[in-house]
């Protein structure tokens, strides 16, 4: 298998997703059999290949750096899950 | 089903400029088929009290002269675009109430051009899936049925929710987006008609992000013409989109009908793959015929890196999303479940807010792009869409647009494919390879299957040559007949 229980733990941990310890055996089963399939891309003989990062070779433009948005705190908290006066309400981040 | 709603966009447009159908009654004739429909759960949310005031609206500006070129027009709205004051959830729990306070760009041009919103549209849960299977909300069901048996298939996905809302007559248009195949699988399973336009034609800004270099947004429509009408307005450079092109909007109602005598077709010979169903064969070669029939020539070309279209994408796509679902953390939107740190806050409501197919998609992104797999798999992956992109740039020196089927087989059961990720991602397999290279690509009605269900033919163009295939797909539409309707039984 290409993901063991041990990188799934640790994936989940990166991606900040809380998984069972009774769900890792399955889900590195999963994930080794979707990374076993993509490892076909192997076969690709891709020396000297530009790697595509964009779907169009367009620059990327500039703009003048203006504030064109904004000054409505009210109407971005209102979906906070917790706001008090003029502030997102966020747990304890410093002991 | 009443007349007005078997309409197709284009005449109800013309009823409406000439008055013998206000904007109103219109609207209240979809809004009661949708009530009707509920069985289908195409929609997350329906938005009665403001399809009617839009209406209202539509009939003032059309009785004063200054319609919009889309007025009057009831149409539904995929829930990953957001919408001003009106909740957008994007299939998933983790968004729960959000209710945007902008809207998305391409919903923005619509309202502009006069089109009245019906209501939120199901899909796939951030965009992924190719069953609807996996929406916060349940399946759609498509209003398709085999002539065989009563069981309920799927719409396609991601964008279920528009296809199926199309198919039954239930809205005169939908929004939608692809970013592997989530436009056209769902319009090859319902009969419909679906484009994915060149990307950075329409503004993702708005736009829930799933893969941010692959989604695009289209229509899904009843015939071609009404697919031009919806994407004529949809698209447009928008400066808060980087990726939107600063190019003009070409007419593309103009280019259907548009004689296609002369035009070279490349037939890609990877795309006949193992295991293809005769009927999936037999599809393809009408296709052939009937481009042949109206002056095409047609030749066979080689895609070479074909095959290997899928497992990139399922690199690149997974990466893009682990890092754009980071945002979802539970502290300025959605929901949030309480725990003792603030780590353990993010892991319980990611945990709780995303479905099992986002989870994985997440953790291989998460996985392809950790500290020493970086360049054996994101970078490789890469490399590999470049080649894949060389290939549709090597044929397209040769030919003017490509034809190949639309997806692998004609919609299946709800329930079948859903214990192999493998096996549903292999829906995909003739469209990603367009979302990687960035291409137009529309998904026409070839006709019905022996069970009576509807297959699509695919046309894919050059980058930003929409309108060839625009003509192309309206003289296959009208070699084809059209898929016809199904039979309305949530009705009964």
Known sequence: MTIDTATVRKVAKLARIREDESRLDSLAAELSGIMDWIDQLNEVDTDGVEPMTSAVAVRLPMREDLVTDGGDPDEILANAPAARSGFFVVPKVVE | ?492
């Open chain 2, 1 to 492: 089903m009443s007349d007005l709603t078997g309409l197709t966009l284009e005449t109800a447009l013309a009823d409406l400029k000439a008055r013998r159908v206000s904007a109103v009654e219109l609207a209240r004739a979809h809004l009661d088929a949708i009530e009707r429909a509920r069985p289908l759960n195409a929609f997350v949310l329906e938005t009665a009290e403001r399809a009617m005031e839009m209406a209202r609206i539509s009939d003032e500006r059309i009785a004063a002269g200054s319609a919009g070129p889309l007025e009057g027009a009831p149409i539904g709205v995929k829930d990953l675009f957001c919408t001003r004051g009106v909740r957008s959830t994007a299939g998933s729990r983790i968004l729960g109430e959000f209710v945007p306070p902008y809207e998305s760009t391409v919903t923005e041009h619509l309202w502009r051009d006069g089109a009245v919103m019906l209501g939120k549209l199901n899909m796939d849960e951030f965009a992924m899936g190719s069953s609807n299977e996996n929406s916060a909300f349940g399946p759609v069901v498509n209003p398709w049925r085999s002539s065989a048996s009563n069981r309920p298939l799927t719409p396609g996905g991601s964008s279920g929710g528009s296809a199926a809302a199309v198919a039954a007559d239930i809205v005169l248009g939908a929004t939608a987006t692809d970013t592997g195949g989530s436009i056209r699988q769902p319009a090859s399973f319902t009969g419909t008609v679906g484009i994915k336009p060149t990307y950075g034609r329409c503004s993702r800004w708005g736009v829930v992000a799933f893969a941010s270099s692959l989604d695009q947004a289209g229509p899904i429509a009843k015939t071609v013409k009404d697919s031009a009408l919806l994407l004529r307005s949809m698209s447009g450079h928008d400066p808060k989109d980087s990726t939107s092109l600063p190019v003009d909007v070409p007419d593309f109602v103009a280019a259907v009908g548009r004689s296609v005598r002369g035009l070279r077709i490349g037939v890609p010979r990877e795309y006949r793959v193992e295991g293809m169903p005769p009927e999936i064969e037999a599809l393809w070669a009408r296709g052939v015929e009937w481009l042949k029939d109206a002056g095409c020539e047609v030749v066979d070309v080689s895609l070479p890196h074909t095959r290997y279209a899928l497992p990139a994408y399922y690199i690149i796509a997974p990466a893009e999303a682990s890092s754009n679902l980071a945002r979802y953390d539970g502290m300025r939107y959605g929901i949030r479940v309480e725990a003792d740190s603030l780590d353990e806050v993010y892991e319980a409501t990611r945990a709780e807010g995303f479905g099992e197919e986002v989870k994985r998609r997440i953790l291989i992104g998460a996985y392809v792009l950790s500290a020493g797999y970086y360049d054996a798999y994101y970078l490789k992956a890469q490399k590999v869409r470049r080649r894949i992109a060389d290939d549709f740039d090597r044929a397209f020196e040769t030919v003017d647009a490509l034809l190949t089927p639309t997806a692998p087989s004609a919609a299946f059961g709800l329930g079948d494919n859903t214990s192999d990720p493998i096996a549903m991602y292999l829906n995909d397999i003739f469209t990603v390879t367009v979302n990687l290279a960035g291409l137009p690509a529309i998904s026409v009605p070839g006709g019905l299957d022996a069970a009576g269900l509807p297959l699509g033919l695919q046309l894919i163009g050059r980058a930003l040559d929409e309108e060839t295939i625009f003509s192309l797909a309206g003289v296959l539409e009208t070699a084809a007949g059209g898929a016809g309707r199904p039979q309305p039984w949530w009705a009964a």
